[in-house]
């Protein structure tokens, strides 16, 4: 498979008030569920979703979060989640992350790892073709 241009795909947020701790700054461990929410709309965007794999009996677990932060996000910021495929997936599918404010100064970078299981089985599988095919595209 011909992979030469990284797939990426941004979404933007507006941080709640419960992502946050007293002083209006986003708690760290909240990172993990932005960088799912860029994973979820990446995959959305290219044309599955985590509720269509589980349904074909594949199941997709995080087994790898890395995070750096730079800067704090706040209460009410519009954030920036920008999604990259770092690789061919093949039993297992690399994602790295871009956090942004709205003066596209960098917030947090990351990069989680996940693997594709098959739900009867509890194994790893390949990477299923459909979503090979659409990375060809």
């Not at 990284?6 to 002083?23: L, W």
């Not at 989640?81 to 990351?110: C, M, Q, R, W």
Request: include cysteine; hydrophobic fraction near 35%.
């Amino acid at each position: 498979m011909n992979f030469k241009n990284k797939i990426s795909h941004t979404t933007n947020i507006r941080v709640r008030y419960g992502e946050t701790d007293q002083m209006g700054v986003v708690y760290y461990g909240n990172y993990a569920q932005y960088f799912e929410v860029g994973r979820v709309e990446w995959l959305r965007k290219l044309g599955f979703s985590y509720k269509n794999m589980e349904q074909t009996g594949v199941m997709l677990p995080v087994v790898s979060l890395n995070a750096n932060y730079k800067k704090s996000a706040f209460y009410d910021d519009v954030i920036t989640i920008k999604t990259t495929l770092s690789k061919v997936p093949t039993a297992s599918i690399h994602f790295d992350y871009e956090i942004t404010n709205e003066k596209d100064e960098i917030l947090t970078t990351g990069s989680t790892v996940l693997v594709f299981i098959d739900m009867m089985t509890k194994k790893p599988i390949k990477c299923p073709q459909s979503i090979l095919d659409k990375l060809q595209n």
